[in-house]
């Protein structure tokens, strides 16, 4: 089982995007969402911290990062 905390795009360059994570950015593939199109306010959940493989809705990803912050005490803000 894997837990991702989800990723928000500030920037699609082609096949490529630049996201922000707790504060981190990173650049990673968008390969893996062939049927999906991806825009800056989007959420992906990043495996191997370089391919998104999945694009959640803002609602979700919101949810997931309040219950990291309940349960781990992490802050995303």
Not at 8 to 31: M, T
Not at 51 to 69: D, G, M, Q, S, T
Request: hydrophobic letters at 50%.
């Amino acid at each position: 089982m894997c837990i991702a905390i989800p990723a928000q795009v500030l920037e699609v360059n082609g096949l490529h995007a630049r996201v922000e994570r707790c504060g981190e950015q990173l650049e990673v593939s968008l390969l893996l969402l062939t049927e999906e199109s991806v825009t800056p306010g989007d959420y992906l959940i990043i495996q191997a911290g370089a391919w998104a493989v999945e694009k959640i809705a803002p609602e979700e990803a919101l949810e997931i990062r309040r219950l990291f912050e309940e349960f781990a005490g992490a802050n995303f803000n």
